[in-house]
């Protein structure tokens, strides 16, 4: 509180630093400022900063405001979502532009050492023992890569049990074996079968 000067009377009162009037007499009596309504335009007066002439006024401002704020929430969820899908797209094209520059027997390489233990030059080293051909069936790969137009490379086999390289397959040898579980049993039996049913 402090000491103020009623800007109607000019008496001396304690009153707040937003307090223009001494008392509410005053403060009735004040004169009116006139003012265009946001809303509607109507010149109304106010002893306030007060920007509407109704309620009515009022309660539609409020909804433009809403509609406002809810337009600029809209508008910032769309440039964030631009931005996170520009930048995942310039995400796959550094990606593919980095694959693309190292050679395939480099990705190869990582691939076998990964999964087999060996490297690529192992892996051409059986490739040209068994003259590029399948172990069992003794063809080459028949599926094609769409991509490249050569026959898939020959799949890697080996002992689940002790992880030992066995050979090169190709994908229909190696799904056989996969079927029957490396039992020697089960291939003997559907040999007889075979030999019967002739």
Not at 59 to 73: A, T
Not at 136 to 149: A, F
């Amino acid at each position: 509180m402090r000491i103020k000067e009623c800007s109607l009377c000019n008496k001396s009162y304690s009153g707040r630093n937003t307090s223009k009037y001494c008392s509410r007499e005053c403060s009735s009596q004040a004169p009116k400022k006139e003012r265009n309504c946001e809303v509607c335009g109507k010149i109304f007066p106010t002893k306030t900063n007060g920007v509407c002439c109704s309620k009515e006024c009022k309660i539609i401002r409020k909804g433009q405001k809403n509609q406002e704020w809810f337009n600029k929430q809209q508008e910032q969820k769309r440039k964030l979502f631009a931005t996170s899908e520009e930048a995942r797209i310039k995400n796959r094209i550094a990606t593919a532009k980095y694959y693309n520059k190292v050679d395939n027997d480099v990705r190869r390489d990582r691939h076998l050492k990964w999964m087999y233990g060996i490297g690529i030059e192992d892996y051409k080293k059986m490739l040209n023992e068994q003259n590029g051909v399948c172990a069992i069936c003794k063809k080459t790969e028949p599926i094609i890569v769409k991509k490249t137009g050569l026959p898939k490379s020959l799949a890697v086999d080996h002992c689940h049990t002790t992880n030992k390289i066995r050979g090169l397959l190709c994908a229909c040898c190696n799904t056989v074996l996969g079927k029957f579980n490396d039992d020697v049993s089960m291939f003997e039996t559907a040999i007889n079968y075979l030999r019967k049913n002739k």
